[in-house]
């Protein structure tokens, strides 16, 4: 097995790596004048499986490309196998027609990522469990959740999972059973035009509401979804709020919205590499290496 890393997220990779007594294959990453990209596989990789680590994290468009290359570099020296993993999949939430004109960019990826021969995909809480289905390779959809269930009851004993939004209802229902406590919903509503975000209400028995609340989702991006729907449980009684998302998008103003609110604390994974400026003291980031390296033994 040869495990070749993009840009994108290498203490990621390395992590694997170590954890396989692997090294990482060396690969140059070179930018023309024009912005053109090129890469280069500088190791023999003929009947190697080839592992392919890249998260499609921003700049999306830029680590897609280095990724599709990547991958057809790694066919043309012969690897008999490609592994992806993509811990972060970009484009995911574009999974289907918001507005009339708009493309579905999701399947749009998959479709290249196919006619690249990958063998196959290696992913994390995927924002719907159906986008596995829209692949004809094999796709080991992965869960950060069982990182985050003894960081959940550190938190404390009165305790009421919640999801921020109805989509994500599934995802925290399955880790309340787990867990054996309560869960309700905000009910969120984005404006497809200019994003704004608005959590108007609590969906589920209020009365399952307690001391402290942790919303988990899949991902954070303008962190404006957890904040918003943190005021609303506060709103309604909750005194402290924790939040746990896999994907630490953190698009924007993110880290400063997010420490500067009134959650308490905030758990990611490093399925997203995040820069030391992107880091917050209210940050905890959890490793999903060792559930990457269990699936490549
Ligand atoms: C959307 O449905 C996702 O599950 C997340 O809730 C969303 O992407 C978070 O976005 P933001 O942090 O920008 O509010």
Known sequence: MKIISGSSNLPLSEKIAEKLHLSLSPVEFHTFPDGEHRVQIQEKVVDDHVVIVQ?????????????????????????????????????????????????????????????????????????????????????????????????????????????????????????????????????????????????SSIEG??????????????????GKTMVESAKLLMKHGVEKVFVFATHAVFSQDAPEILQNSEIEKVYVTDSVFVAKEKQFEKLQIISIADLITKELE
């Not at 028995?205 to 303008?222: F, G, H, P, T, Y």
């Open 55 to 199: 998260s499609t994290s921003t700049p999306v468009d830029q680590n897609y490309m280095e990724l599709f290359f990547l991958i057809d570099g790694a066919r043309r020296s012969g690897a008999s196998k490609i592994t992806v993993v993509m811990p972060y999949f970009g484009y995911q939430r574009q999974d289907h027609i918001f507005r009339d004109g708009e493309a579905v960019s999701l399947e749009v990826v998959i479709k290249i990522l196919q006619s690249l021969t990958v063998n196959k995909l290696i992913s994390f809480d995927l924002h719907t469990v159906r986008i596995p289905e829209l692949f004809t390779i094999p796709v080991s959809h992965l869960s950060a959740v069982s990182l985050f269930e003894k960081k959940i009851q550190e938190t404390g004993e009165d305790v009421v999972l919640a999801s921020p939004d109805m989509g994500g209802v599934r995802r925290v229902k399955i880790l309340a059973d787990l867990l054996g406590v309560p869960y309700v919903a905000t009910v969120k509503d984005r404006d497809l035009e200019t994003g704004v975000i608005k959590i």
């Open 205 to 222: 028995d209020e009365k399952n509401l307690r001391k402290i609340a942790v919303i988990v989702d899949d991902m954070i991006s303008s």
